[in-house]
């Protein structure tokens, strides 16, 4: 490094605005310097002190192929020195972008036609709702315009990506234009159920809660159903049994969209290539990000349904060309890069080391979480984990948010040289390790997790 440490911290807290960060407390110094990373390896990240840290959210839940891929590196340089730049409009590509684009329709589960680029997941999730807008008015239905998401789910922080999401301190004090997006309860049977409903008994009663939504608001004006196969954000849970089934059937009947956010979910997570495959989704739409390229630069896609494109498409001498695009859309060394990112996932079978590896990590995370006093939950999905802490397991009582004891024991595993994520949403310790993790590095991270809820206890 070319600056010293203080140098560095003094310069950034003059002048960076940070994400999800107490403003004051960072400005003041109450929360201490900012951590100065330099380096990572595998699962592993260093920070500027030369301390060594298991990344177990693989940044946030990015960094699937895990860290200093060298072949990944030389295909961002390669094409840095070959082409660095050049836009996507009016027909123009690059190799990196057509061979990306034509793997991509293949892989993702469905009828997918066509790719649109984006940068992040929440300028995809954008995309996606111009493209129901577009659609319906494209077929003549101009009213189907409400787009329904869940409580609990996170779509992005963007003016309608952070509309979608359902969690109301993303919204407070920013004035979202809320109006067309409207929230259905989260399918978490835990903290949703009624005494004694079975999973698929409450499964159902969410199904009957969406399409009563959709009949209160009218079927007419109602555009589309944005989920993630599996709620990330809001809680790292998976779905009950028979709940994709039960809500795709409420949406065909009403003549609505599915749009499967894959932000996290796509390209192994879960133990499949994608969610929707493990859970039978059959999206028009598909929202992917941070595995496409395993955060090694930006790219997103919202993946386009024959359905949805063939309307487009027939529409264009009507109406003319497709107005919309970034100028980043389709930048060819995000192409190149997801090119190279996608040959490590599928030569390497990480969606399978998601299943096997993760099965043990599940296994190992309800061995020494589940019998805790304090914790009322343990659950998750291939390499994806939650432990959700209570005051009163009989009870199912939360402890009182002042506690602050998921973020406690979160900084109490960081001391112990372990990320684990305190979720923004309740006291969960959430786990998403890359998908390299081994079965000896899974061991790791659930002791130095578990010795970390100890000490708060
Ligand atoms: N969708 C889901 C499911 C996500 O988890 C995220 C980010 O965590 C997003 C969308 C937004 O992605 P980004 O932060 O790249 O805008």
Redesign the pocket.
Known sequence: MSLDIRDIADMDRRSVLHPFTQLKDFATGKTGDPTIVTGGKGIRIQDAKGNQLIDAFAG??CVNIGYGRDEVAEAISRQAYQLAYYHSYAAHTTEELARLSDRLVRMAPGKMSKVFYGM??????ETQAKLVWYYNNLRGKPGKKKIISRER??????VM?GSMTGMSFYHDHMDLPMGLIKHTGAPHHYWGAEPGETELQFSARRAQELEDLILREGPDTVGAFIG?PVL??GGITPPPEGYWAAIQAVLRKHDVLLIA?????GFGRTGAMFGSIQYGMEPDLI?V??GLTSAYV?L?AAIVGEKVYQVMEEAADRIGSFSHGYTYSGHPIGAACANAVLDIVEREDLPGNARITGEYFQAELRKAFAQMPIVGEVRGVGLMGAVEFVADREKKTRFDAGLKVGARISAAARARGLIARAMPHGDILGFAPPLVVTREEVDQIVGLAAEAAREVM
């Open positions: 946030l839940y992040s997941g929440s300028d995809a999730n789910g996170y779509h992005g922080c963007s990506s993630e990330g954000t956010d894959e932000v996290v979910t929202t990000a941070k930006p997103s």
